[in-house]
């Protein structure tokens, strides 16, 4: 056999067994696809959505076949940058917010729409100028919380049928108008002001409350000392004049006992000391009655 032909039958095999394996590569690299559990594949075959999305794990497809579109199943978060708006009363406002969103069909969310967030975009710019255009300034500035809500209600109206759900809308920022924001910081200083104000003159009238409480505890306490006071004098007045009448008492009785013991001789010795004693003085002049005989008679009576 020819050498140079038995090398082209070889170079022939070797090409055709790379082609082969180019293909069977290409096969695999498009015919199994590994998707991870947040997301779905969502499968066209011929141009044809299947019933239902595929994953998670190993998905096979039919190349040139079968078409896949990836769908993050995940919440997501977008900005909303911030949006010019006029409220009720004419004022313009400047604001921007974030909406959460989750995907809750994944076949809907292809099929429906072409470019999902660029659409729920848009649908939130104008929702959110609609929403501010029925809200007056004083408002806006104040409930958040009611706007976020009516944002997060007509976003998911409209994106129900995307098969996406809105599961939460947060304002960010609310700029208003300049002269607005002046009124507001003159309105925030008086009230600082205010408090101020309120706040010392609730001070002083602690302090003055308590200066008065105390005042009256000391007077009451004072009262109460010179009650005290009061009643141990008095009680110190008749515990003396008691001991005193018993004194008194004590010595009456003492002199009765004595006095009943004495004779009639010593009743007499007793008046001539008297009477010596009233003699003393020169003007004295001496009346005798007549009792004073019979004193002397009794006094120098012999005895029997």
Not at 173 to 190: F, H, K, L, T, Y
Not at 214 to 219: D, N, P
Not at 291 to 300: L, P, W, Y
């Amino acid at each position: 056999m020819d050498p140079a032909t038995t090398g082209g039958a070889f170079l022939s095999v070797l090409c055709l067994v790379g082609v082969i394996g180019l293909v069977l590569v290409t096969f695999l690299v498009n015919a199994v696809r590994i998707v991870p559990e947040y997301q779905r594949l969502v499968v066209f075959r011929l141009g044809r959505v299947l019933d239902k999305p595929k994953g998670p794990g190993i998905v096979l497809l039919i190349p040139f076949l079968d078409k896949a579109v990836k769908v993050d199943l995940r919440e997501q978060v977008r900005e909303v940058p911030h949006q010019t708006s006029i409220t009720k009363d004419n004022a313009p406002i400047s604001i921007d917010f974030l909406w959460y969103y989750k995907v809750l069909d994944p076949a809907q969310s292809v099929l429906q729409v072409g470019n999902f967030e660029a659409a729920a975009a848009g649908i939130a710019a104008t929702t959110l100028r609609a929403v501010i255009g029925g809200i007056p300034l004083d408002d806006v500035l104040s409930e958040r919380e009611h706007i976020n809500n009516m944002l997060r209600t007509r976003l998911d109206e409209v994106t129900e049928r995307w098969g996406v759900k809105v599961t939460n809308v947060e304002i960010r920022e609310i700029i208003p108008p300049r002269d607005v924001q002046d009124a507001m910081n003159r309105q925030m200083s008086a009230e600082r002001i205010r408090r101020a104000v309120v706040t010392e003159s609730t001070g002083t009238k602690e302090a003055a409350i308590n200066v008065a409480e105390g005042e009256k505890q000391s007077a009451i306490l004072k009262a109460e000392g010179e009650k005290q006071s009061a009643i141990l004098k008095a009680e110190g007045e008749r515990q003396s004049q008691l001991l005193r009448a018993e004194g008194f008492a004590s010595a009456l009785e003492k002199i009765n006992s004595a006095a009943g013991t004495v004779d009639q001789k010593t009743m007499t010795l007793q008046y001539f000391e008297t009477l010596k004693t009233v003699g003393m003085s020169p003007s004295t002049k001496y009346i005798f009655p007549l009792e004073f005989t019979s004193m002397i008679e009794n006094f120098v009576k012999p005895k029997e």
